[in-house]
């Protein structure tokens, strides 16, 4: 268990509380992750604050025109706004998004795969995944660097057993021997693996190539007769920024894959549309040997496991989204202006990391897409230097698990961004050095 559990079950020990608390209950804690550092940057970190995943300029979010002038009276009727949504999401923005997925997606087109499902935002459609397809004491297989709320939503709330594997091979890009052998090892017939690409938090997705290996090793898997549910986190998908990165995602090239690969695609409104704050995600299944049948089976169950977390979702959020998808007059040139505005910060942060090649204090872990870029601190601490910059320096990062330090060059102006990167090459120094 946690420690930060079990410091809470002492305290709530003398308590009335304590004695019905669940087995999830018992495990549940807040943790000392992503979130809570960003917290204890928004305070202290006056110079540059590169810990969250949201990407913004002069300290406000990017948005889309046409959501923002929809915040004015008479813009939607009340029923857009104050009734309730269908379960499974607005049936207009289920549809619109289909559509999305496959023009995005062109391997997708002439695949069967569900109607996607509105959640409320990806954190939702991940959690429900988890507890419609793990349980207490099954493995759930994932590089060894990830999104820290996988091991909240696997590991606590559902009682599975995160089985890594390191995330870059001996080359530098994906793993995906290492990926293979995790999941042949997997004991019993099922195994279960969470990819999340662009990767929070290397800002790595795989070339064309690897992601061609990468499904090339799950169907070879799925050849022994083992059932692979593979969950494709899609959260930065499209902010793919070098011409030779995999640009579709794996779903779609593992939606008729093999019989015993079940697919699963976890993406959401929130990066995409730049809506962080109105929760709408969506969750969409496939596999070769799915019936009609199958999928609305999945869907009624996906449909009871909303009903009974959120009744159902968002209601103003879909129906902004829908507008500004079916009639926004800058729907494009909004986003595409975003996508060349973090392209550019990219393409600073990859400059100013190179000129740091032969310090080896710390290394940057290859990237090429996404919100992100990390360090490995060679084993060491990562929070020293996280708490030295933010304490020294007023710049806030994030330290993930002891030994990775992140960069959220989203949330950076792209003049302060190389300043960003001696600081902390220069931070490491009079630590380490
Ligand atoms: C990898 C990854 N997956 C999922 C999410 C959750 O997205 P949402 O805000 O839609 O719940 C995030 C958000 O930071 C993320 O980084």
Known sequence: MNILAEELNKTLSDSVAYGFLSPVGRRMYFPKGIVAQSDEAKEKAKKYNATVGLATRKGAPFYLSDIYSLFREDTLKPAEIFSYAPGGGDKTLRALWKD????????????????????????????????LFASEGDEIVCPDLFWDNYDLIFRDLVGAEPHLFPFYGEDGGFNVSGMKE????????????????PNNPTGYTPSETEAREIVDALVSVADTGKKIMVISDDAYFGLFFEES????????????????????????ATKEEMV?????????????GFTDAHIDALTKKTLGMIRCTVSNCDRPGQSMIVKA????????????AVFTEMKKRYEIVHKAVSKHASESVLTPYRFNS??????DTHGRDAEEL????????????????????????????????????????KAAGEIWN
């Open 182 to 197: 995790a999941l042949l090892s997997v004991k019993g017939d099922y195994a279960r693996i969470i990819l999340n690409f």
């Open 386 to 425: 996280r708490t030295y910059l933010l304490d020294k320096y007023q710049i806030g990062v994030i330290n993930i698990m002891g030994s990775t330090l992140r960069l959220a060059y989203c949330s950076v102006e792209p003049e302060g961004l190389e300043e960003l990167v001696d600081t902390v090459y």
């Open 245 to 268: 990165t995999e640009k579709e995602s794996l779903f779609s090239f593992l939606a008729d894959a093999h019989e015993n690969i079940f697919a699963v695609k976890g993406d959401a």
């Open 325 to 336: 998808m079916q009639n926004g007059l800058h729907y494009n040139e909004d986003k595409a």
């Open 276 to 288: 962080w704050g109105f929760r709408v995600g969506f969750l969409t299944y496939a596999s070769k």
């Open 100 to 131: 999305g997925l496959l023009e995005k997606n062109p391997s997708l087109r002439g695949k069967k795969f569900s109607l996607p499902l509105v959640t409320g935002g990806l954190t939702h459609a991940i959690s429900m995944v988890a507890q």
């Open 370 to 375: 996404g919100y992100f870029m990390a360090f």
